[in-house]
């Protein structure tokens, strides 16, 4: 597509969620996009799946690796490791915010499997470089007192962080390349439930697994499992054919803020694309702020402790994973739109029970669950609608906005539901949430039906 503002149809994009007058094919020779496995068939998805896959293992693994190399070579006996890990999240996030948005314009000029394959490749060189830095640093500190391999591991941390930038939405640009519009919906939910999985296995597996590399390679089998695994990703995107050219890929003039002012008028543009970015930033600020909320809710439940609130979170992936695979069975029947509805409708529930028995373990993680569960059917939809929508030409300048808005609902929550919780109370807040959940599924839903009538 190279028209940048097509004239706003009245319908929404033609994929199979939406109603058809037209009844002259036959239901069966429909390509209905509800069996994953055909998407694997695709070499081109295949090969993009598999680097994600383990690119989404060491990426939820690296943060537990910095955590675990603080803990070891930095925090003193008696000290609290909170200011230390603070000093790490910021480090991380930090990219998300100055560099998402910017990302996604340079994305859209470079070929996709460039990008894809030399973020890996990076970030793996950047792990697999931090026990070098660390001998290098050992016992030297800086000026003001803090340990030089420190402030190493976090301009590591920094850096890989921003190559992620990049690779996040060259990813989305490229599924949206290799795979037929109708497969879309499979598409992104088998994305999404292998990045739950990858996140899953983080949470449960990841310290183990430091555990059992480090005994393996002493000294240097933590990084190289991680590294390893970025550099694994990097190998596998070598195959990848996105069928780009550098026609396709041709730009008359350069300017930065005004390729992402054109994002933003594109999306202002469509309005079901927006709406939709919309229902993915406020889903994603309220699975942040249970992140947060995590740790208090495993300190007022009597069966665990404080510190093992990643399970409560693990439990809460694993439902997204399920509302996965659901979107890809129910993606053909229901619209888009209809699908995050159900899914606002049903995190609002679940949310209000999680209020109400919050103090209950096994009563605690059926709502854990069942929000996870309706999460998935609010983000992969709305993921899909944008990826439909999106003409080729402007998608890294959508998907490097879209990536900026989504780290910034996934980061302000952190502080925000802190506080919040301290001033009002844990069942107030997760109540709130539960509004904020049916308040923006009505939103969206109710956008939608606007641009179907006119």
Known sequence: MTHLFDPPTPNLPENRDTKHTDHSEPLEAIDLPDDSKSVLRNPNFLSLWSGQVFSQIADKIFLVLVIAIVSTQFQQEGETISGWVSAVMVSFTIPAILFGSIAGVYVDRWKKKTVLVSSNILRGVLVLSIPLLLWVTKNSVLPWGAPTGFWGLLCITFLVSTFTQFFTPAEQSAIALVVEKPKLLAANS?????????????????????????????????????????????????????????????????????????????????????????????????????????????????????????????????????????????????????????????????????????DRFGLGLIAIAGTGIFAGLCVIPMQTVI??????????????????????????????????????GLQKVIFALSAIALATGILTWYIARQLVES
């Open 190 to 358: 088998l994305y999404t439930t292998t990045i739950m999985a990858a996140l899953i296995l983080g949470f449960a597996l990841g310290e183990p697994l430091l555990a059992l590399s480090d005994r393996l390679w002493h000294h240097v089998g933590q990084e190289i499992l991680v590294g390893g695994s970025y550099l694994l990703a990097g190998i596998i995107l070598l195959v990848l054919k996105t069928g780009e050219t550098k026609e396709n890929l041709h730009r008359d003039s350069f300017h930065l803020w005004n390729d992402i002012k054109e994002g933003l008028q594109y999306l202002n543009h469509k309005k079901t694309s927006l709406s939709a970015l919309i229902q993915l930033i406020c889903t994603f600020s309220i699975i942040a702020a249970l992140t947060v909320l995590a740790v208090r809710l495993a300190e007022v439940m009597p069966e665990i402790k404080s510190e093992q609130f990643g399970f409560l979170l693990a439990v809460a992936s694993l439902g997204m994973a399920i509302g996965a695979v659901l979107v890809a069975k129910l993606g053909h029947i229901c619209s888009r739109q209809t699908l995050a509805l159900v899914g606002s409708a049903g995190m609002s529930i679940f949310l209000a029970m999680l209020a109400v028995f919050s």
């Open 387 to 424: 990826q439909e929508e999106t003409p080729e030409d402007v998608r890294g300048k959508v998907f490097g906005l879209q990536n900026n808005a989504v780290n910034i609902a996934l980061s302000l929550p952190l502080s925000v539901a802190g506080i919040a919780e301290s001033y009002f």
